[in-house]
């Protein structure tokens, strides 16, 4: 169940029933890959707590086990162990880092840690334009050699130092590699334009527990000053938040009552925000919340990097807005291939014009059950949302992108009282 690449299963979804329940969020999977990633910079044993069950944490486990490191990885106990104790090997193994995009955030701390890398161009989901030029001009500030030969990238530094480095935008990817790599650099670097995410915080925060020093986290400018060495730790993983707001509108969208546990709503203010003029009522508790179904209306959402609304959630909020009364207006300035998705709603009854990128939702729209795809992680949970939604049986194909993403998925949906089942393609073939 959690190999990405070779399940032929599909979701069988029968639309109807409202979502009611409780369920409790996983370790966010933009934030495990990357600190396990940050156990490269250890000479010692770094613990993570609440890593979620999903297909993309197996295959970093098989990234740092090529560069020599020992990874003792209990997905039932959400938990992981990786002992770098000895210096890590220099060259990624292509293999497993053409199965994932979040491979590349090797980079940044096996240049720090052994000032060499060698790694292939990363795999992941095809949702749009993702170069390497800002980890690779970053990497150069501060005093790396860079070939680029046969789709490997080959990154010297045997004196690395600090930089001031100003991204073109602030990517995510760039700046974990960077923030990463000026851990163990001599100097201060300096990253102005640097992404925000809690993701890029929960490193943030478990590198400082190790030992680092940086300042500025959460805003657009870190400044890090390299240290010697990195110590041992034990980190609990952040929760979730994109799954938290594929809950939250997998529950607007049927009509539903669901708690949401180990969350935090600071996380997810635009969502929220967004949830609520759409005629939800969202209750927040200490850790918890509560999204309870109201009259859906149309509302306007512009995904940007953090703290705007996060591309990530635009497809499950499309399916939701397919049923508010009115117009809304979605507009995609994150990745280029987004709207790709929008094709199968409208199979499905959705009305839907795209301009640019642009997208103009009309609703309600009565869905119909159909054969979907999932294009990618989030559009493979959106087209299950929409399942539910709609009206007789919905197929939903290349479900090994959800397995990415979201741990037990089906199971989770079916404690929510979902019509959710998952099955060989030949069941629903023959």
């Known amino acids: 169940m959690l190999d990405p690449t070779s399940s032929n ?23 495990a890959l990357k600190l396990m990633a ?14 979620p069950r999903i297909a993309d944490v197996p295959v970093m486990a098989d990234v740092l086990r090529g560069l020599g490191v020992e990874v003792d990885l209990d997905l039932d106990g959400r938990c992981c162990a990786i002992d770098a104790s000895e210096p890590p090997s220099w060259h990624a193994p292509s293999d497993a880092v053409t199965r994932i995009r979040a491979s590349i955030s090797v980079l940044g701390p096996l240049v720090a840690r052994v000032r060499r890398a060698r790694i292939a161009s990363p795999g992941g989901d095809r949702i749009g334009s993702r170069p390497l030029d800002m980890h690779l001009r970053g990497l150069i500030a501060m005093g790396a050699e860079v070939e680029e030969d046969g789709g490997e990238v080959d990154v010297r530094a045997p004196e690395l130092h600090g930089a001031q480095i100003t991204l073109d935008f602030p990517s995510v990817g760039a700046t974990e590699n960077l923030l990463m790599a000026a851990t163990l650099a001599d100097g201060t670097t300096i990253i102005e334009n640097a992404a925000r995410e809690p993701e890029i915080q929960d490193l943030c925060r478990m590198l400082e527990a190790m030992g680092a020093h940086i300042e500025g986290v959460g805003s ?23 799954e938290a707001g594929t809950y939250a509108m997998a529950a607007a969208a049927t009509g539903g009552d669901v708690v949401i546990e180990r969350v935090r709503a600071s996380d997810l203010t635009l969502p929220l925000l967004k949830l609520r003029s759409a005629g939800m009522v969202v209750e927040e508790g200490a850790d918890t919340l509560r999204i309870k179904a109201g009259d859906l209306e149309a509302v306007d959402v512009v995904t940007l990097p953090y703290p705007g609304f996060p591309t990530d959630l635009q497809a499950q909020l499309m399916v939701l807005l397919t049923q508010a009364t009115g117009t809304s207006r979605c507009t995609e300035n994150v990745f280029d291939s987004r709207f790709d998705f929008v094709e199968q709603l409208r199979r499905m009854g959705a009305d839907i014009e795209i301009d640019g990128h642009h997208a103009l939702i009309r609703g309600p729209r009565r869905l119909h059950g159909v054969r979907l795809r999932s294009l990618d992680v989030r559009t493979g949970a959106a087209a299950a949302i929409a399942g539910l939604v709609a009206e007789g049986e919905t197929i939903v194909s290349d479900v090994h992108h959800v397995d990415r993403g979201y741990a037990d998925f089906v199971a989770r949906l079916r404690a929510l009282g979902a019509d959710i089942d998952r099955v060989p393609a030949s069941d629903v073939d023959g």
């Open 220 to 242: 657009p400018t870190l400044e890090i000053e390299g240290v010697d060495r990195l110590a041992p730790v034990d980190w609990e993983t952040c929760p979730d938040r994109i």
């Open 9 to 31: 299963d599909v979701f069988r979804v029968r639309g109807g029933a409202p979502l009611r329940g409780t369920v409790r969020l996983s370790g966010a999977k933009n934030s």
């Open 38 to 51: 940050a156990g490269l910079l250890c000479d010692g044993m770094v613990r993570l707590r609440e890593v």
